[in-house]
């Protein structure tokens, strides 16, 4: 157990290598959103490392090994999020940009605990060829490659990472969430990176824009269908769970778990950062969607962005259910 990150359990042999963007979040509590031209004054205001950091600190947490390859600067935004970083035992791949600082996002987390996000961009979105070749070469095999939609949206690094998902070896494996800004990714760029993935792991908005179907269980039975045998899809759908397409099967529902919600910030990063972690342990991925569901419900009972839990706090939560079985199997190997 280390006792400073909450890491019990290490996965051997796999790691998260997140091609993204850790950014900080100034998240404001508020009754509702303004309307346009309006105000509201916030009951509560924090500064955290959000963006990518939440699927890293989530599956590390869970004792996945994880590695940051994404773009970071230098100033209190850059400093922020390395200290973060480190604390939570995730290793840097790339040194810091020094003529830019990192980007930080504004989150309006209402009383139902919806969040809306407003995201100003820095050195996160600086991506460049060199910065691409030293991922490659961080990689082994096993590795699990997580690609943010957020940066597939980035002018400066659609190119790079695009180019960077062709070149991946065939021992990793290839995850995507295409994340809220899906619908202003290129189809030239989005589509070759989607027939490399191995998982999608998207929420029922993004399911929409992606096939134009507005119901969930359609959404995720069609993204299957349109990706092909070799792509599983996780569709997110909150309290209601999840739509699971394992590759070359059909889509079944994964129950949610009822909660108290106080802060919806992260939970989808929470989702899949734990069903990365889970079948890093070696659960099946029926199982390891049940194990996410729980992480992310337990996250949302939370206020901050980077709240899922550790391997005993899931294992707590999940109280016996058929995926603590096998965690607790895997663990004890």
């Not at 980007?103 to 691409?132: H, I, N, P, Q, Y």
């Not at 070469?137 to 597939?152: E, N």
């Not at 191995?198 to 995720?220: F, I, K, M, Y």
């Not at 759908?237 to 529902?253: I, N, R």
Request: aromatic share 4%.
């Amino acid at each position: 157990m280390n006792s400073q990150n909450g890491v019990d359990g290490d996965v051997t042999g796999n790691r998260l290598v997140l091609v993204g963007n850790a950014i900080v979040d100034l998240v404001m509590r508020v009754p509702a959103l303004p309307e346009r031209g309006g105000d509201i004054i916030s009951s509560d205001t924090a500064l955290t490392t959000g963006g990518g950091f939440n699927a890293l600190t989530a599956a590390r947490r869970l004792g996945l090994p994880a590695l940051y390859a994404g773009a970071h600067g230098t100033g209190p935004f850059g400093d922020r999020v390395r200290a973060d970083l480190t604390r939570e035992g995730i290793e840097l791949v790339l040194p810091p940009i020094t003529e830019t600082d990192t980007g930080f996002c504004v989150a309006f987390v209402d009383d139902d605990g919806e969040r809306t996000f407003t995201t100003s961009l820095g050195a996160e979105a600086r991506l460049t060829e060199a910065d691409a070749t030293a991922v490659l070469a961080a990689l082994r095999p096993g590795d699990m490659v997580q690609i943010s939609g957020y940066g597939l949206a980035y002018p400066v690094n659609r190119p790079i990472l695009a180019s960077l998902v062709a070149r991946l070896p065939e021992h990793t494996q290839v995850f995507l969430d295409p994340g809220p800004l899906v619908a202003q990714i290129p189809e030239e760029v989005l589509k070759p990176v989607l027939a490399r993935c191995d998982w999608v792991s998207c929420n029922q908005r993004e399911g929409r824009l992606l096939t134009g179907l507005p119901d969930a269980h359609d959404a995720a039975a069609a993204l299957a269908a349109q990706l092909g045998p070799r792509t599983g899809v996780l569709l997110r759908a909150d309290a209601d769970g999840c739509w699971l397409v394992p590759p070359g099967g059909d889509a079944q529902h994964i129950p949610g778990r009822r909660v108290t919600a106080v802060d919806s910030n992260g939970a989808g990063d929470a989702h899949a950062g734990a069903f990365l972690a889970l079948l890093g342990h070696g659960l099946d991925v029926t199982a390891a969607a049940q194990g996410a569901n729980a992480a992310a419900a337990f996250a949302v009972t939370r206020h901050g962005p980077a709240t899922g839990p550790t391997l005993g706090e899931l294992l707590d939560f999940l109280n016996g259910d058929p995926p603590a079985a096998q965690l607790t199997s895997a663990l004890r190997r």
